[in-house]
């Protein structure tokens, strides 16, 4: 019986540590979604010029609402706001029933927003997550309304209106506009990606039905969207002119339509104007600073994945 020698090995070398100081190879870096980015200058001041001119047009209304019309019209403008606010104001509020037509205005967004959330979400899961006959026909269907011009169908709507007794009060503004077509298709796209089909399974087995899956899984994941497109359907429905100056009268008029009234005449008072202006912007200033966070953070969480 023969012994053999166990066969040396080379040594195994270890790579240095970069806390000894011996070379280190690089490493390199790659930008993850925790991670944020650093601007330089020029993203500084691309945006300080983007925020200049964004607020440029609400100083200037504030300037104009300040200052008498011969002020405003003058071949140079002034640059610094004046004494005239209140009396313009007081003016404005007098000459075109503002107090009425405010509280018109906060009647008719906050109804079409709430109603445009409630009937938009509940359409969004089902075209999401619900499995019937016609499905991809009638979200097809949907969309399309989104090329038809709002004008080919003031007609009949008025004609409808006037037939159900509504002419010239707020059911006429508000019923037309409870859903909207960009609603639902917007919901849609955000539960498909955000509601696993696991929590609405997990849900069923638990024993909950349709209602109380939409009430406890459906509106929890489906808040950030609902505050995103709250925000818009409220600026939307508080902006819009056109429907309201048709529908309604000049005894029972929302915002804009009162503001239209101060412009009516054959020359307007630029500086009342502008008050009118004023005061029908501060309502949105309002909620944007109170819900502006949440706002923000319901458009980042759609934008964000991980």
Not at 140 to 159: E, G, K, N
Not at 213 to 218: A, E, H, K, L, T
């Amino acid at each position: 019986m023969t012994m053999t020698s166990p066969t040396p090995t080379a040594p195994v070398k270890l790579a240095p540590s970069p806390k000894s100081g011996g070379p280190s190879r690089p490493r390199r870096f790659r930008m993850g979604a925790g991670q944020q980015m650093k601007g330089g200058p020029f993203a500084y001041a691309a945006l300080a010029v983007v925020g200049f001119g964004s607020l440029l047009p609400l100083y200037w209304t504030l300037v104009a609402a300040s200052r008498t019309q011969d002020e405003v019209l003058a071949s140079t403008p002034p640059f610094l706001p004046g004494g005239k606010l209140v009396e313009n104001v007081r003016t404005a509020w007098e000459q075109a029933n503002l107090g009425t037509a405010i509280v018109n205005s906060v009647i008719v967004s906050a109804s079409i927003t709430a109603a445009t959330l409630f009937f938009c979400t509940l359409a969004g899961y089902a075209f999401a997550k619900m499995r019937f006959r016609g499905r991809g026909w009638l979200m097809t269907a949907v969309i399309a309304t989104l090329t038809i011009p709002p004008q080919l169908s003031v007609v009949p709507l008025f004609m409808m209106m006037s037939g159900l007794g509504w002419g010239g009060q707020l059911e006429s503004v508000i019923f037309p506009t409870l859903v909207s077509a960009f609603g639902v298709f917007f919901m849609r796209q955000y539960l498909i990606e955000a509601l696993p089909y696991e929590l609405i399974e997990a849900a069923r087995i638990d024993g909950a039905n349709n209602f109380r899956i939409v009430r406890s899984v459906v509106l929890p994941v489906a808040r950030p969207a609902m505050m995103v497109l709250g925000m818009l359907t409220f600026v939307q429905a508080w902006n819009d002119f056109f429907w309201p100056y048709l529908a309604l009268n000049q005894q029972n008029p929302t915002l804009q339509v009162a503001l239209g009234q101060l412009s009516a005449s054959y020359t307007p008072d630029q500086s009342i104007v502008m008050a009118g202006a004023l005061i029908s912007t501060l309502p949105l200033l309002v909620v944007f600073v109170v819900f502006g966070k949440k706002i923000v953070g319901g458009i980042m969480s759609g934008a964000v994945k991980g």
